[in-house]
């Protein structure tokens, strides 16, 4: 599977052949998952995906960073970042 990408479309197909919905409710129910994922860390709130891991909300400071070709200062301004924890779980069958 290395190299590979699993995307929106491989998920409503695997969705369709567990449950038996239609191709297109079962890409309905794949959006309507990742959008509330996406609704809830905007409004700041964290996600958490028991056997998963947690998505979280990042406030980053404004800091200073360097532009590698010139070696020129540039002030990199502050942003919020989406970080992931993988659980406990998850990480050791991603290992085994």
Do not use: C, W, Y
Not at 10 to 20: P, R, T, Y
Not at 46 to 72: A, C, D, E, W, Y
């Amino acid at each position: 599977m290395e190299g590979n990408t699993i995307t929106r479309a491989d998920l409503a197909e695997f969705v369709n052949g567990k449950i038996g919905v239609s191709q297109s409710e079962a890409a309905e129910l794949v959006d309507m998952v990742l959008e509330e994922v996406v609704r809830a860390l905007e409004k700041g709130e964290m996600v958490k995906l028991s056997s998963f891991g947690t998505f979280k909300i990042r406030q980053k400071k404004q800091r200073v960073g360097r532009n590698p070709k010139t070696k020129q200062e540039v002030p990199i301004s502050p942003r919020k970042v989406v970080s992931f924890h993988a659980s406990s779980i998850f990480s050791k069958k991603v290992n085994e």
